[in-house]
């Protein structure tokens, strides 16, 4: 069985004021049956990791380098993220994909980094529209699958985020059919490759969209074992009452 995660992604929102939000989460969820993860800002790792140390919360960055060190201006490494008490990265974000022109390889160097550093990585693939309606989606998810996820990936290094693109951030979200169409191809994907076992322990998110209002419904879903939420992780008031849907899931 895979473990349950509630993971929120802040992307590029949040200050030190927003740390109560935290402190809020925390209080309210002291015991819960899933994982917790909250993504915040780089500047708030630190403090974000202190401040939910002994909790049910768990903190992850966005994003990682592939190289330990170096000239990289800006950057920063796996191991400097698990220095921070990060235990999670998100990494090939659509966002960070498009923006970034970042590839399968990178998003692959950026989980076998995250990987050797200790982290857990939350591998993000997701279709585009356009995609989706050439009928090209099995085809696009199975190619960033086997490109960004690194050989003998463990339940403990990986968990894959499956967001559709055209359902981020516009309030569009699948049907639950098409949501199970991909979340069976995924975990037949990593059962061939990783075995029954591990590839049934891989966590498997869906993104794009999740609020209070439709988490129950997409929590239904077998071989959806959470969800990675963008906007309605900001506040703890609307990411609560998702964490409470997937904990009676
Ligand atoms: O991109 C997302 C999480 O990584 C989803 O964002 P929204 O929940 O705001 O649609």
Redesign the pocket.
């Known amino acids: 069985m895979a473990k349950k995660i509630a993971a929120g992604?802040w992307?590029m929102n949040g200050t030190s004021a927003s740390l109560s939000e935290l402190e809020t989460l925390t209080k309210s969820h002291s015991t819960c049956d899933c994982a917790i993860v909250i993504c915040p800002p780089a500047p708030l790792l630190f403090r974000a990791a202190n401040l939910t140390q002994d909790s049910a919360i768990n903190i992850g960055a966005q994003d990682c380098h592939t190289d330990q060190s170096g000239a990289f201006t800006g950057d920063v490494a796996a191991h400097m993220i698990a220095d921070t008490g990060a235990s999670y990265v998100?990494v090939g974000?659509?966002?960070r994909r498009e923006a970034y022109a970042e590839r399968n390889r990178d998003v692959r160097n950026k989980a076998e980094a995250a990987r050797d550093a200790g982290l857990t990585a939350i591998v993000?693939l997701g279709e585009s529209l356009e995609d989706r309606e050439a009928d090209n989606t099995l085809d696009i998810i199975g190619g960033q699958l086997a490109g960004s996820v690194p050989n003998g990936a463990t339940a403990d290094t990986v968990v894959i985020?499956y967001?559709p693109i055209w359902?981020?951030?516009?309030g569009k979200v699948p049907t639950l059919d098409q949501i199970i169409q991909v979340h069976d191809f995924i975990r037949g994907e990593l059962c061939a490759r990783f075995g029954t076992e591990t590839g049934n322990q891989i966590s498997l998110l869906y993104?794009?969209?999740?609020?209070a209002s439709n988490a129950a419904e997409i929590f239904k879903a077998k071989n959806v074992d959470g969800a990675?939420?963008?906007?309605?992780?900001l506040q703890a008031s609307d990411f609560s009452p998702i964490i409470d849907a997937l904990n009676t899931a």
């Not at 993104?207 to 609020?211: I, M």
């Not at 990675?228 to 992780?233: H, I, K, M, P, R």
């Open positions: 992604n992307k998100i974000h659509s966002e993000c985020a967001e359902a981020i951030g516009t993104g794009g969209s999740v609020k990675l939420v963008g906007g309605a992780s």
